[in-house]
């Protein structure tokens, strides 16, 4: 299956007259042979060879010998990079930072996630109000030695007694469910398992949730996600007694999540068929024996339900309103949209979320990817705007209807988060907490631009480097993008990129068309036969910043992660001269059966389906695994985890074979695929250092820079 190898990696280094750079020049490497089979699917008449078919068994001895052959080539090859291990030391040096999230408050408690630095991951702190003695409620770090188990969510009762949470194993999208005691921090007996894509909503001392099957063994890992069903559990029961509130055997497809009513006496359910999309239905608890009332049959909109008053719901939708608004239905009143009730209409900026406190309405809107929060009263008058300390981003607007007091984390390109106070009655905005970090921010800048795609739309996009920088066409740049999901990436500390940014780097960051930076005709104009507009305007980010001098072709690194990652394998098989490296993570690379494996079903939203004729031909002239040529590919290091249930690993390794077998250049094309991790949520800090030391020691050789 493989051969046993010894390579010998030619790497001379020739230093360039007065740059101060490097420039590197590489023998062609020696790749673990990949065996070949005839494996062929015909779809509409055209057959399609998948010769490493055989590696979508990631759990097979075969590919775990091919797995260790092409880590062994790719760690010795990060071995002969001289600066690896300094690259290493920096990003745990400026990693070494207390970290402090924004407090929530239920009940007397407030409650929040700290990290004192690098522990492997955030601790969950309770304290009772904001002058009381914070103590630790649940520390995963606690859970594995190597820092591999990580708290997944979590949600506290009504009285405040109980929390319930779940946690993650190796990065696994699989979870269990656990309760405790607030006060005592005792750790009940309950324990749920098969849990996945799941919320956790109180009902007295009791709490609704999502899950599957067990599956069966060995299969767990890879097997579609089917039949996803709604349960009760009552505290001190065990999960075969859990009560069934609702299942569809129908339509195995679909996912269900259940919500609570503040007053507890509303389930809401939420159903799904991708992840665009939902259905909604309401059950009255208080009622005996009530049915569930559809208020939504369908999954072409979606909706988000922030309060109720009574029978009436508070909704946040794009139902009629591309850019989203806020609308009050009456679940004994007439179904149709037409009765629903506008309180704040759709506006030209993209309306994220609504947010109580102090009996108003909060919304935090998106204009070009930056935050604006506005204050209106319950019946959608706007009052006033918040004003923020400069261009951002705020995840949540924490508060409650009832509480003066609201918390937000203000995020930067060039500095970690800072937790505000706000207080709604007197508009006083005052720090909460600040980090200390080894990075000096102030030497850093952001701006915006807006640039010009292939046909024609304008496409915002981020750029951050050193104030003062001069554009001369030879500094190196790192373009990352999303592009997909209805997603997108606005201002954000990155850690790891900080270390690129100290050494000249320009880390840039485009709002494509698929994501959500200017609500659903954006996202939908990135989806199935438009999914090209995303790779076009990426490539136009790139062409932009070197028509501007920001950078050029052989000092750009391309980067993408999951969605990304398709997006990192469509372009540089289209344009393999745009950049010098290219960097696809956990990506989606083989687009005719991506819907074959765990939750890939629900992405055919964006993406289409080889089963249907006119996606098939859409997805044919993208899909990277299928358009990889017998040419030069920049210097590529795909990244996956052998744990990864989302994006199973077979996509990276079976791109990875096809490249090697066609790369034509002297650029290394390599795997590193990480043991006992997944698709990147609760990756422990250790991994995610180690991680990065990699890639940006692969980024910075390549680029020829010099640390």
């Not at 701006?447 to 190196?476: C, E």
């Not at 074979?657 to 990756?683: C, F, W, Y």
């Amino acid at each position: 299956m493989y051969k046993k190898l010894s390579p010998i990696i030619l790497l001379t280094i020739f230093t360039a007259c007065g740059s101060g750079e490097e420039k590197v020049e590489q023998a062609k490497m020696d790749y673990p042979a990949t065996r070949k089979t005839d494996s062929v699917d015909t779809y509409f008449g055209t057959k399609i060879a998948d010769p490493y078919r055989w590696l979508e068994d990631d759990r097979s001895a075969e590919t775990g010998e091919w797995v260790k052959a092409q880590n062994k080539v790719t760690f010795d090859y990060l071995a002969t990079i001289p600066f690896r291990e300094k690259v290493k030391e920096r990003l745990t040096k400026i990693w070494n930072f207390e970290k402090v999230s924004a407090p929530f408050k239920k009940g007397k408690n407030y409650f929040f996630y700290k990290n004192d630095g690098i522990q492997n991951q955030s601790v969950l702190y309770v304290q009772e109000g904001l002058d009381g003695k914070s103590r630790i409620l649940l520390d995963p770090n606690a859970l594995a030695a190597d820092g591999t188990v990580s708290l997944g969510g979590m949600s506290i009762s009504k009285s405040g007694k109980y929390l319930a949470y779940s946690i993650n194993r190796a990065g696994s999208d699989w979870s269990e469910i656990y309760a405790m005691e607030i006060e005592t921090g005792k750790k009940l007996a309950d324990e749920i398992k098969w849990v996945k894509f799941s919320d956790m909503a109180w009902k007295g001392d009791g709490f609704y949730y999502s899950a599957y099957d067990a599956p069966k063994g060995g299969s767990e890992l890879s097997n579609k996600n089917e039949y996803h069903k709604v349960f009760y559990h009552k505290l001190g029961e065990a999960q075969n007694k859990d009560v069934l509130i609702f299942e569809d055997k129908k339509y195995p497809l679909r996912n269900f999540s259940a919500g609570i009513s503040e007053d507890e006496k509303l389930l809401l359910l939420y159903g799904s068929e991708s992840t665009s999309g939902s259905s909604l239905a309401v059950k009255e608890l208080d009622k005996p024996n009530s049915q569930f009332i559809t208020l939504v049959n369908n999954f072409d909109n979606n909706y988000s339900v922030i309060h109720n008053e009574g029978n009436k719901l508070y909704v946040v939708t794009d139902k009629g309103a591309p850019k989203y608004q806020l609308l009050e239905i009456d679940i004994h009143g007439k179904p149709d949209y037409e009765n629903w009730k506008k309180l704040i209409p759709e506006s030209a900026d993209l309306l994220e979320s609504v947010s109580l406190a102090n009996g108003k309405f909060v919304a935090k809107y998106l204009k070009d990817v930056t935050t604006r929060l506005y204050v209106y009263d319950m019946s959608g008058k706007k009052e006033s705007e918040i004003k923020l300390p400069g261009v951002c981003k705020i995840d949540a607007f924490d508060s409650d209807k009832d509480d003066s007091l609201a918390f937000f984390s203000y995020k930067t390109f060039t500095a970690p988060d800072v937790v505000y106070k706000y207080n709604m009655v007197t508009g006083a905005m005052t720090v909460w907490f600040k980090p200390e970090i080894d990075f000096k921010s102030d030497d850093y800048e952001t701006k915006q631009v807006f640039y010009t795609s292939k046909d024609g739309t304008k496409v915002p996009m981020f750029i951050t480097h050193k104030k003062g920088i001069v554009l001369d066409g030879t500094n190196p740049c790192f373009l990352f993008g999303y592009g997909g999901f209805n997603s997108y990436y606005s201002p954000e500390f990155r850690i790891d990129r900080a270390v690129f940014l100290e050494n000249g780097g320009i880390y840039a960051i485009p709002g494509l068309r698929g994501g959500g930076d200017y609500g659903e005709d954006w996202h939908k104009a990135g989806t199935k036969c438009q999914k090209q507009n995303v790779f076009d305007d990426f490539i136009a980010a790139a062409e932009y910043l070197i028509k501007e001098k920001y950078t050029s072709s052989a000092k750009l690194a391309i980067h993408g992660r999951s969605n990304g990652g398709l997006l990192v394998g469509a372009v540089m098989t289209q344009r393999p001269d745009l950049a010098k490296v290219a960097i696809p993570t956990v990506g989606v690379l083989d687009m005719l059966r991506f819907h074959k494996f765990t939750i890939g079903w629900a992405w055919t939203s964006d993406y289409g389906s080889s089963e249907n004729k006119e996606e098939f031909d859409c997805i044919l002239k993208y899909s990277p695994l299928h358009n990889v040529k017998e040419v030069e590919y920049p210097a590529t290091l795909v990244t996956t985890g052998d744990h990864d249930d989302r994006v199973v690993p077979a996509h990276s390794f079976k791109y990875i074979a096809t490249l090697q077998e066609k790369q034509k250049g002297s650029n290394p094309v390599l795997v590193r695929i990480d043991t006992n991790a997944g698709h990147g949520a609760g990756k422990p800090t250790s991994k995610q250092i180690e991680e990065y030391a990699d890639i940006w020691s692969f980024v910075f050789y390549n680029l020829g820079m010099k640390y």
